[in-house]
């Protein structure tokens, strides 16, 4: 079975993390011969952050880098595919860093796989979510007035090896994405566990990183190693 190391790295900048991400990525794609190579799972809280895929429209940022400053947030292009985003406190930001080629899967199935370990994760908490027709991440109340969204996906992948990945609202602060049209719909809300099990959530950031990083494990087919 395929094997990947996990490291959860705390509240990091997003710059930080790419650029550590980059540094895992090289490395996995010069062991591409390599039968026994391994991938990384990364769990991160970033600062607070707007970020935008390479085919991402900037008009979808709503305010300008003066508020930026006052809202203490960065914004930052980026190599992932999907419009934008936002990262912060609150979030699980998970960056898989592995070889589709050794899960013998696609980059589809692959999406398919990290939004169906979300919703197996959620599922476990009590929340029931799915898939959005067109669009990526994990979504509440698909195709009603009240739909909203509480898992987004962007991924960059070359030569089978990924990087980038998703972020999950737990304990996010909401008010951010007012800043936004999120991942380029102007009319879609955004939810959290916090959010979706007021007065009964009884799930910290630590009890949802332990189920999500099980149910990637289960879905996308590997274990961990130290």
Not at 22 to 42: H, P, Q, V
């Given at each position: 079975m395929y094997k990947a190391k996990f490291e959860?790295?705390?509240?990091?900048?997003?710059?930080?993390?790419?650029?550590?991400?980059?540094?895992?990525?090289?490395?996995?794609?010069?062991?591409?011969?390599?039968?026994?190579?391994?991938?990384?799972?990364?769990?991160?809280?970033?600062?607070?952050?707007?970020?935008?895929?390479?085919?991402?429209?900037?008009?979808?940022?709503?305010?300008?880098?003066?508020?930026?400053?006052?809202?203490?947030?960065?914004?930052?292009?980026?190599?992932?595919?999907?419009?934008?985003?936002?990262?912060?406190?609150?979030?699980?930001?998970?960056?898989?860093?592995?070889?589709?080629?050794?899960?013998?899967?696609?980059?589809?199935?692959?999406?398919?796989?990290?939004?169906?370990?979300?919703?197996?994760?959620?599922?476990?908490?009590?929340?029931l979510g799915g898939r959005k027709s067109g669009a990526t991440g994990v979504w509440l109340d698909t195709d009603t007035v009240n739909e909203r969204k509480i898992c987004a996906i962007g991924i960059k992948a070359s030569r089978g090896v990924t990087m980038h990945g998703f972020a999950f609202n737990v304990e996010t602060n909401l008010e951010y994405f007012n800043m936004i049209n999120p991942c380029g719909f102007s009319s879609k809300a955004v939810s959290s566990v916090a959010k979706e099990l007021i007065g009964a959530n009884m799930f910290s950031m630590d009890d949802c990183k332990k189920i999500v990083k099980k149910h990637l494990a289960t879905n996308l087919g590997f274990e961990y190693i130290d």
């Amino acid at each position: 079975m395929y094997k990947a190391k996990f490291e959860d790295l705390g509240k990091i900048k997003y710059n930080d993390a790419w650029e550590y991400q980059e540094k895992l990525f090289a490395e996995l794609l010069a062991k591409k011969n390599d039968e026994n190579r391994s991938g990384y799972i990364l769990f991160c809280e970033h600062n607070h952050v707007y970020t935008l895929g390479k085919s991402g429209n900037e008009e979808n940022l709503l305010v300008d880098i003066l508020k930026l400053n006052q809202l203490d947030a960065e914004f930052v292009r980026t190599n992932r595919g999907g419009d934008i985003t936002y990262h912060g406190p609150g979030q699980i930001v998970g960056y898989p860093i592995i070889d589709l080629d050794c899960l013998k899967i696609g980059i589809k199935e692959y999406v398919f796989r990290i939004e169906e370990s979300i919703i197996s994760a959620i599922a476990e908490m009590g929340i029931l979510g799915g898939r959005k027709s067109g669009a990526t991440g994990v979504w509440l109340d698909t195709d009603t007035v009240n739909e909203r969204k509480i898992c987004a996906i962007g991924i960059k992948a070359s030569r089978g090896v990924t990087m980038h990945g998703f972020a999950f609202n737990v304990e996010t602060n909401l008010e951010y994405f007012n800043m936004i049209n999120p991942c380029g719909f102007s009319s879609k809300a955004v939810s959290s566990v916090a959010k979706e099990l007021i007065g009964a959530n009884m799930f910290s950031m630590d009890d949802c990183k332990k189920i999500v990083k099980k149910h990637l494990a289960t879905n996308l087919g590997f274990e961990y190693i130290d």
